[in-house]
């Protein structure tokens, strides 16, 4: 049982490998990854008793390399496979992507191994995997815009892995280990150490960054020059496991910092909001506009991890899952739109609502999910974030999470009226694969929805992953 845990891993690598040299690569692709989503769900179902953990060679930690699928991060690698999946089927319908789909499964493959590592060391590797497959994808295309936008992304991102070596380098100095367990407990052996503090910002600099967590300058400029499918895996996918990383490693490496480092933590994130509400309203593109509510995503998220409550961060991880799908479908729904009805501007009514009426209500009901509102699959995760921060005192902050709620709410509705409504000036599809790839969307939205009746379930598994838990389990693992 075991070790199906790197079957997340080694799967989307031999597919894209395949997927190089083979004329049917979507087929074998789509195929590759149901039967992997099949065996994940499986997975997921096992760790209801305990976590799976795979200790590679034999050797165990700290000195091993342990892989460690809890029920957080085996349903974050589910969900993120299942959004691949469906881009990718997605886009065979008119096959734009062929050239692509080798990096997209490599970076596939980088996400489930940072959501599924359980040293610091691998999880910089992994990340070094993401980003020399999304800079690839990024100028794959050859346009000058791409190029223009790859620059600033390939520099910061390189920063970002020399402070991050650079805090390996230290942490290991400092405590001899870099297993996520064994520091916990070296950590809590020897408590608050104020000389630490740099190790821990520095890391956070680092997550910051590839989560987009005030260092956002790079999204907006990378994001909005992507096709809206690449846009689409780019824009769920990446940061989230920037805000896993960061879940992970304050919740249960550095526990006995939290106290100090929830107010840089609540800091960062307000002002990652504030951030994009202007974003948000100011910009009329779409693709800026989905951009920057992202950002206010993050902000949120990030604000839910500050909290340092049970709840605040189960509803922090709930929230995200949710947002994955939800992203999704805001960038392919948003694509359909442009590409198939020919809608350029933006700032004016189109009366889309005559002549796509499904995709009205389908668009409006994304609308609602982003905003996570009653009825849908982000409002429990994004009430109890709120809920936590009332229980913590932060009234301020907390109504500034609702009006960064409202006012990417606001963005949102103004664009809907400008694409669904006044006059009627397209009258026909030019896709005729329109229903199909709408069909994608609405099964994203279904997954996105079930939420709504199995929160209870995944509030009471995600709960159960705390440090203690997490520690005894990876000692024991191969024993």
Known sequence: MNNLIIIPVIVPILLGILAFKTVTQYRITIS??????????????????????????????????????????????????????????????????????????????GINGSYLTADIFNLFVMFEVMLLASFILIVIEKKSVQFKASIIYVILNLIGSWIFLIAIGILYRSYGTLSFAHLAERMNEVGYIQEHLIIIILFLIVFSLKSALLIFIWLPRTYSVLSFELGAIFASLLTKVGVYAIYRIMTIVFVPYQDIMQQVLLAMSML????????????????????????????????????????GITGTILYMTNDILIKACLFLIGGLIVESLGVINFTQNHGLSKTITKTTYIFLFIVFSVGGMPFTGGFPGKLMIIQAAIEQKMYISSVMVVIGTFAGMYAMMRLFIHLFFGENEITSLKDRKYNKKLAVIVFLLFISF????????????????????????????GE
């Open 32 to 109: 590759g990854l149901i039967t992997l989503i099949l065996m994940m769900c499986y997975m997921l179902v096992q760790t209801v008793t305990s976590p799976i953990i795979l200790n590679l060679g034999g050797h165990k930690m700290p000195y091993g390399i342990q892989l460690y699928g809890d029920f957080v991060s085996l349903m974050l690698t589910l969900v993120s496979t299942i959004v691949v999946t469906a881009v990718l089927f997605y886009q065979s319908l008119n096959h734009s992507l062929q050239q692509k789909v080798p990096f997209i499964l490599f970076i596939l493959a």
């Open 272 to 311: 990652t909001i504030i951030s994009g509400i202007f974003g948000v309203i100011k910009n009329t593109d779409m693709k800026l506009m989905f951009c920057y509510q992202i950002i206010i995503s993050i902000g949120i998220l990030c604000y839910g991890i500050a909290t340092f409550t049970s709840t």
């Open 450 to 477: 079930s939420f709504v009746f199995t929160s209870e379930v995944m509030i009471e598994q995600i709960g159960q992953v705390q440090q203690e838990t997490y520690i005894q389990h990876a000692q024991k693992a």
